[in-house]
């Protein structure tokens, strides 16, 4: 008799044992399943817009001259000619970089002499610059948007800036432009709002100079394609960028308008 409720004794305390294990299971599941659905929800709305990682391939060079910094970016998606495409804008602002420093160079030697090359030499090779990064909106399997910058000295008072975009549609295969996101008309007018607002700033009753103005209205205007031709793109809305120069004298820097798609 005693023998049997031993072996009761044991079986009962297996089955308290196997209860609780389960128990804490359950509850263990159930307290991280939140944690694990918010997580799988934030990545897959982060990479809505991008979830095709492009390769990027680096353009860094140093020479006596000249340095080169960046990468460029190419999508597993996108056709070779859209790659090309990027590649060759690159390459070729970079080769006109260094023929512009090179006779930049020539021609502080034959002014300034022994003096300039003193004054290069201590730079160590970074006094001629040029720098390109990517900014990617989107690369997924639908469509691709990037906007390029690039930053680069090759002589003068001071670096220039460029900024060039490339979208794509990746179903069609084919390039996109500014015209199948809004019309030339409805950007030209809301460019010009949001920029006189931001240039003037919170002043009452002011308004831009006739310069200004001038050189706003030429830089937005609608009859000519090319004002609008560097932007990006998202399912909701398109960004515009303008240049250097474009909108506002050089000390204003590159601008940009993010406006409702149509």
């Known amino acids: 008799m005693k023998h049997k409720t031993t072996i009761y004794a044991i079986i009962t305390l297996i089955l308290g044992i196997a209860v609780l294990v389960g128990f804490f299971m359950w509850v263990n599941k159930h307290a991280e399943a939140p944690t694990v659905d918010s997580s799988a929800t934030t990545n897959n709305q982060t990479d809505t817009l991008v979830s095709i990682t492009p390769t990027m391939i680096p353009v860094d060079h140093d020479s006596y001259l000249t340095s080169v910094t960046g990468s460029i970016p190419q999508f597993s998606q996108a056709s070779d000619e859209f790659n090309k495409k990027i590649s060759d804008g690159v390459m070729g602002d970079i080769s006109d970089f260094n023929k512009n420093a090179s006779a930049d160079y020539d021609a502080h030697l034959k002014i300034d002499g022994d003096a300039f090359q003193k004054e290069f030499a201590s730079s160590k090779g970074g006094y001629y610059y040029f720098n390109v990064t990517s900014d990617v909106v989107q690369s997924n399997e639908n469509d691709i948007s990037v906007v390029i910058r690039e930053e680069l000295y090759s002589g003068g008072a001071h670096p220039a800036h460029n900024v060039i975009s490339y979208n794509y549609d990746v179903k069609n295969k084919k390039e996109l432009s500014i015209t199948d996101f809004a019309s ?79």
């Open 184 to 262: 030339l008309q409805n950007l030209s007018s809301q460019a010009r709002d949001i920029l006189t607002k931001k240039f003037l700033g919170d002043a009452n009753g002011a308004v831009l100079d006739d310069n200004s103005k001038q050189m706003l209205y030429d830089g937005t205007d609608p009859s000519h394609l090319e004002n609008f031709n560097t932007f990006t793109f998202t399912s909701t809305d398109v960004t515009v960028y303008f240049g250097e120069y474009q909108v506002a004298p050089y000390v204003f820097g590159e601008q940009e308008v993010t406006i409702p798609r149509k």
